[in-house]
């Protein structure tokens, strides 16, 4: 994966696969970076991946029943709320490291979605995320 080539990986995950830099070509199942997706790497040590490119005006990713892994490709932070509108009469819990957020919930611990941050995002049915 070429966003991940300058630095000293060990493994990247993502809901549907894996990539490492030991494993012969065929073994990895992640092979490109989605910018609606989420990334799970582990380092060998402490670095620094920066990655360019242009995010499109909008972007869409499917959501399936149940937890999916995603990412906020934006390049300011915004309201909870306001960037899973087009998911909200279907969610159910959306996490991340810092904290979870749950609607109608009194004790969220986050309520903004923040460039770059990946998302662990809990949906009662299929559905459509609009970014």
Do not use: R
């Not at 997706?37 to 402490?46: E, H, P, R, S």
């Not at 029943?65 to 309201?79: A, H």
């Not at 957020?101 to 611990?109: D, I, L, Q």
Request: charged share 15%; net charge negative; glycine share 8%.
């Amino acid at each position: 994966i070429i966003a991940f080539d300058s630095v000293n990986i060990d493994t990247i995950k993502h809901q549907l696969g894996f990539y490492s830099p030991i494993l012969p070509t065929y073994l990895n199942s992640l092979t490109n970076i989605d910018l609606t997706d989420a990334y799970l790497v582990k380092m060998n040590k402490a670095d620094t991946i920066t990655i360019q490119g242009t995010v499109a005006g909008t972007l869409s990713k499917q959501l399936h029943s149940g937890w999916n892994l995603c990412g906020f490709p934006k390049q300011t932070k915004v309201d909870l709320s306001t960037g899973l509108n087009s998911i909200y009469t279907n969610l159910q819990v959306t996490k991340n490291f810092d904290g979870f957020y749950v609607p109608g919930s009194a004790s969220n611990s986050i309520n903004e979605l923040n460039p770059g941050d990946g998302y662990f995002i809990k949906v009662s049915n299929d559905c459509l995320l609009n970014y």
